[in-house]
């Protein structure tokens, strides 16, 4: 499975909704994180804070954490997520490197021997190459593992689903206690067996544009009458 990205509603708005936003975000990554998706905790815990909610958090921190380093215990991952880490570092050399090759070609640099501007121009190229295909590995052999152990680490996705269902309640009524639109607060979600919620669209997502996932995602919004 691969990862995603939607928008937060609130983004950019006054402070006075941030719990809003907070919840509507917490629901998408622990929803992620249940489909075994692995993102970074401390934006997660930040949120719990601010919705004071960090009781629950330290509740389910353990689970989140044995599905988030789960690929640290496949033999052979943490290696190449050294590597993708050592790769993701050189990013911005390569993006100064980039400027400065194009500030030769636009004639705002000096020109220095083929070779060089050369080399400029490729070494950025062969590091994200390297980048995405060490990236690309890894996630075929986590998708290949969990593929093969399908109730792994089912208690801790129970435990997490249990938060996110009180979440989207916590949400529902502070919706509707600031008479906002439900609509305003889509989600995309890995899983539908959330009570709360309406499925508006169901659909099977491509890689690279062209190949079909074995899964579905859904596209729902907060409801009050399901």
């Not at 006075?16 to 075994?36: K, N, T």
């Not at 249990?162 to 529902?172: F, G, N, R, S, Y």
Request: proline share 5%; with cysteine; aromatic share 12%.
């Amino acid at each position: 499975m691969g990862y995603y990205k939607f928008p937060t509603p609130g983004f950019g708005r006054k402070r006075e909704v941030d719990r809003v936003s907070d919840l509507h975000y917490l629901i998408l990554q622990l929803d992620g994180i249940r489909a075994f998706r692995r993102v970074g905790t401390e934006a997660i815990e930040n949120s719990f804070k601010r919705i004071n909610s960090i009781g629950v958090w330290r509740k389910i921190k353990p689970d989140v954490e044995e599905i988030v380093y789960l690929p640290n215990t496949i033999p052979g991952l943490p290696r190449l997520i050294k590597i993708v880490m050592t790769l993701r570092r050189l990013f911005f050399t390569c993006l100064i490197l980039m400027i400065l090759a194009l500030l030769i070609r636009l004639g705002f640099a000096p020109m220095l021997t083929p070779t060089i501007y050369y080399a400029l121009l490729a070494f950025p190229i062969l590091i994200m190459i390297a980048f995405v295909s060490v990236d690309f590995t890894i996630r075929r052999r986590v998708a290949k593992y969990e593929e093969e152990h399908p109730t792994m680490q089912s208690g801790e996705k129970e435990h997490i689903k249990a938060v996110i269902q009180e979440l989207i309640m916590k949400l529902l009524k502070e919706i509707k206690s600031r008479g906002e639109n439900p609509s305003n607060y889509k989600m995309k979600l890995f899983y539908k067996d959330y009570k709360g919620i309406k499925i508006i669209k169901e659909r099977r997502e491509k890689v690279f544009g062209i190949f079909k996932r074995k899964y579905s995602t859904y596209i729902a919004i907060p409801s009050m009458t399901s």
